[in-house]
């Protein structure tokens, strides 16, 4: 079956990074359309950034020039580096993978930026 693992978040300070992981198995990021979503409390799901198998991305307007989303083939692992990072940045950060019909989600991580 499918897994989808996050791992990375945390605490960090408005302005400062951080570098979210997701291993998969079960799936290829290779050929699949793998994405990160968020969502903050009260608020819905929504996608942040996505990565089809050719390598097309795709960024929420919210999130351009600051977080960039990326692959390693070999390792089967979809990243998502968050750069100058706001309080409105905070939520759980979801792993997706997209493949024909099928779509999958990792447990979720939670980032939260504060002072």
């Known amino acids: 079956q499918v897994q989808l693992v996050e791992s990375g978040g945390g605490l960090v300070q408005p302005g400062g990074s951080l570098r979210l992981s997701c291993a998969a198995s079960?799936?290829?990021?290779?050929?699949?359309?793998g994405g990160w979503y968020r969502q903050a409390p009260g608020n819905q799901r929504e996608s942040v950034a996505t990565?089809?198998?050719?390598?097309?991305?795709n960024y929420a307007d919210s999130v351009k020039g600051r977080f960039t989303i990326s692959r390693d083939n070999s390792k089967n692992t979809l990243y998502l580096q968050m750069n100058s990072l706001k309080p409105e940045d905070t939520a759980v950060y979801y792993c997706?993978?997209?493949?024909?019909?099928?779509?999958?989600w990792g447990q979720g991580t939670q980032v939260t930026v504060s002072s």
């Open positions: 079960g799936i290829a990021f290779s050929i699949a359309t």
């Open positions: 997706n993978g997209r493949f024909t019909y099928q779509s999958y």
């Open positions: 990565l089809t198998g050719n390598g097309y991305a």
